[in-house]
């Protein structure tokens, strides 16, 4: 997910609106930013591409550019080693079953290769991990006409609403959030809180949940420290975490792309009272139990995007 701004809407609330420009600045991307996330819209609010313009032409290209970062992810060492048989992954994988899959906070994937990889592996995800029913939708306030356009004839619908990651799961639901803030996360955690059964329908594919507890004990006042319910998850939360951040190179789309990245399963008891492990709205005790953490592909060798 890009740098984000945020956005006056015409009814006077607030959505997050992402820059087009370069996604993660200069310096490696990480998983937390150092600034406070912008607020987020408290219920729905109304959305439309930020460019309406619909050139059948750009469509048709970057319709062939996302398919040929499919093959270039499907090739990959990055992604063999997802399929591997038996793995604790797939174990997981079956036992959450996923009827759903929602690409949240992808970005420009027409101005950036890294976006671009990033769809390819929801893509990919959707075709080998969930059943051909499945449903699958993908998210982020800076698409343009033409990304909607190619979402839909890669087989994603695209929302008519900016719900800021508020999403009250119905069915098992894999969630792929790459880069995004700490804020976006809590908020899909916070409406799937009522009850453990309720949670125990999320999987999230995104940023380190651990990684953003350790922030949150060096820095108290961060933005890591106000995400409640992705603190207070760390005691129920299976994290399977995707690579090395050391043995990535920076300049390579695959590291913009799935650095600081983990597998997130929530095993949560049914006794469990969810409540009270956030209730006043005080921060709650940093918990980092996050069992589990294994590597199951890094991509150090993984050839770079340029299409």
């Not at 899909?188 to 594919?205: E, I, K, M, T």
Request: with cysteine; charged share 25%; aromatic share 8%.
């Amino acid at each position: 997910m890009p740098a984000a701004a945020a956005t006056p809407t015409a009814g006077g609330d607030w959505t997050v609106v992402r820059r087009r420009g370069r996604r993660r600045g200069q310096a490696p991307p990480t998983a937390c930013h150092p600034d406070a996330p912008p607020p987020l819209p408290v219920t729905p609010i109304p959305w439309s591409p930020s460019d309406h313009s619909l050139d059948p032409a750009r469509v048709s290209r970057l319709v062939a550019r996302a398919h040929a970062a499919i093959s270039r992810v499907a090739a990959s060492r990055l992604y063999r080693r997802l399929l591997l048989p038996d793995s604790p992954l797939q174990r997981r994988l079956a036992v959450l079953a996923p009827s759903r899959l929602s690409l949240l906070g992808v970005g420009s994937f027409d101005s950036s290769p890294a976006a671009r990889a990033q769809l390819a592996l929801a893509a990919l995800l959707r075709r080998d991990f969930l059943p051909e029913s499945a449903s699958a939708d993908l998210f982020d306030p800076v698409l343009s006409a033409v990304e909607c356009a190619v979402a839909a004839e890669l087989g994603f619908s695209v929302p008519s609403v900016d719900d800021g990651c508020r999403r009250r799961v119905e069915e098992p639901t894999l969630f792929y959030m790459p880069h995004c803030e700490a804020s976006l996360y809590d908020a899909l955690l916070a409406a799937n809180w009522d009850s453990p059964a309720q949670l125990r329908r999320v999987c999230v594919l995104g940023n380190s949940f651990r990684r953003y507890a350790l922030q949150a004990e060096d820095n108290r006042s961060g933005p890591a420290a106000k995400a409640a319910h992705v603190l207070a998850v760390g005691r129920f939360a299976c994290e399977e975490r995707v690579g090395e951040t050391g043995d990535l190179d920076d300049d390579d789309c695959f590291a913009r792309a799935f650095n600081e990245t983990s597998w997130h399963f929530f095993e949560v008891d049914d006794d469990v009272d969810l409540a009270a492990s956030i209730a006043g709205g005080s921060r709650p005790k940093v918990h980092i139990r996050f069992g589990a953490v294994a590597q199951f592909f890094s991509s150090d060798q993984d050839p770079k995007f340029t299409s």
